[in-house]
């Protein structure tokens, strides 16, 4: 019984006790770190001009209920990095079809250009600490040019160099 009493301090029991409490955060920290979602998708449109959207229809299949932020950016012919604005969604476990439409900026350069994304997920509590990052895969595309928005590219009525307009008070 006296070894018994030496183990069953009360400092080995707080710790005990403290370890045991800490098996499901860190269960959720170390263990639950699985993407929660498999995904198919397809763009719907290869060629996009300036100022419109790509579309790409998605079916996925989400493993849990999560809150996701998604970023996404362009890459233009340039490789001048075009940030589209985040995008937050909580989503429910199952199966969903939907449609995203990522905007083209007007000043993207026309050509060939990559849209891709990052999708971070919280579906625990420990993942709202540290949550996981998927990376969307990469979607090639075209930019063409949108002659309606391109500026640089209209004439005044004798041929000459595009027309500026002046603002009342510069002059």
Not at 149 to 168: H, I, S, T, V, Y
Request: aromatic share 10%.
């Amino acid at each position: 019984m006296s070894r018994l009493r030496r183990i069953l301090t009360f400092p080995n029991t707080v710790a005990a006790i403290v370890c045991a409490l800490m098996l499901p955060p860190a269960y959720w920290l170390i263990i639950d770190r699985e993407p929660v979602a498999s995904s198919v998708s397809e763009v719907l449109s290869r060629d996009v001009r300036q100022g419109d959207f790509l579309q790409i229809d998605y079916d996925v299949v989400w493993a849990s209920r999560c809150e996701i932020v998604a970023f996404r950016y362009i890459i233009d012919e340039m490789q001048v990095e075009w940030p589209i604005s985040r995008s937050e969604r909580v989503v429910e476990k199952g199966r969903q079809r939907f449609t995203i439409r990522v905007p083209v900026p007007m000043a993207a350069a026309p050509g060939k250009a990559v849209y891709k994304g990052t999708l971070r997920f919280a579906c625990n509590p420990m993942q709202r600490l540290f949550p996981l990052e998927q990376d969307l895969r990469p979607r090639e595309f075209t930019i063409l040019v949108n002659e309606e928005l391109a500026w640089r590219r209209r004439k005044d009525a004798q041929g000459g160099a595009p027309a500026l307009r002046r603002f009342a008070g510069l002059g």
